[in-house]
């Protein structure tokens, strides 16, 4: 299906990857690629060279621009892994992704500074970090060094309550407030490019997620460009009484509803349930 931004007056956004100017003024699609083997939908299939680089090629060939790579599991009751154990997981896929597909965006989901680190070396272009740089307090000043695009997620303040549900008197008044004292950190640490995620499926009620939804272009005032997240999220499935891979035309319909309240990013599993 394909997706128009009929709304002239949209802000223009875009992103400096190392050195690449990249507009989001359209909409663009993050393919997942998770290394995890205990992922709830997917772990296991990808956590080999071989299986990613066919997985990243699958992804951009189905509409994706940027692969956000992750090494470690956030759902309820996953493994934790240190930041060793992270950059063990990740080998050298980074660097064969960049060698096989070198106009490809690389993301780096992590929380962890070290693995920014070495994520940079390799050859990552954004940071995307579900704790808003919470549970390492070295992450960010390590972020404002390599000058990538940061991705700035509204969570619990830890690791250990990152799941507990909150009922929020107003779940939009709430995440801005917490973008408005994060992105002025992140300015004063001298991180410039910044992409909102109000972190669906963390901490959330079903309701407040759904509100998020019809509200989504509130969020951030517009000043930044907003990246959603649902793709085989619980708040979708669960209540239909079905599995996350059952609920593809839920799905799609709440992506096209995102789309057209000002999403910049769609992050998902599947890019070619989604035609931009």
């Known amino acids: 299906m394909d997706f ?39 772990g296991g299939q990808f956590n080999n060279e071989k299986s990613a680089l066919q997985q990243a090629e699958k992804l951009l060939k189905n509409g994706a621009t940027i692969i956000d790579i992750g090494a470690q599991s956030t759902r309820p009751k996953a493994e934790f892994l240190k930041a060793e154990e992270e950059i063990d997981r990740i080998g050298n896929i980074i660097s064969l992704i960049k060698k096989e597909f070198p106009d490809s965006l690389i993301s780096l989901d992590t929380f962890y500074s070290e693995v920014v680190k070495f994520g940079f070396d390799e050859g990552i272009d954004l940071v995307n970090d579900i704790s808003a740089g919470q549970f390492d307090s070295d992450l960010l000043d390590t972020v404002a060094k390599t000058g990538l695009p940061y991705i700035l997620m509204h969570v619990n303040p830890t690791y250990q309550q990152m799941h507990e549900k909150i009922k929020y008197d107003d779940i939009i008044l709430a995440i801005n407030y917490f973008f ?8 004063k640490k001298g991180i410039t490019d910044i992409i909102l995620d109000p972190g669906f499926g963390f901490g959330k009620t079903v309701e407040d997620q759904y509100k998020m939804i019809d509200e989504f272009q509130y969020i951030g005032f517009g000043h930044l460009p907003v990246l959603a997240g649902i793709s085989k999220k619980s708040f979708i499935y669960k209540p239909l009484g079905k599995q996350p891979n059952e609920v593809e035309k839920e799905t799609l319909d709440l992506h096209l509803k995102l789309l057209e309240k000002g999403a910049s990013i769609i992050r998902l599993h599947h890019p070619e349930t989604l035609k931009l």
């Open 180 to 187: 408005s004292e994060k992105v002025n950190l992140l300015r």
């Open 4 to 42: 128009t931004i009929s709304n002239n007056t949209s802000p223009f956004f875009s992103i400096n990857c190392n050195g690449r100017l990249v507009d989001l003024s359209k909409p663009r699609l993050m393919g997942i690629l998770n290394l995890t083997p205990d992922s709830f939908s997917d």
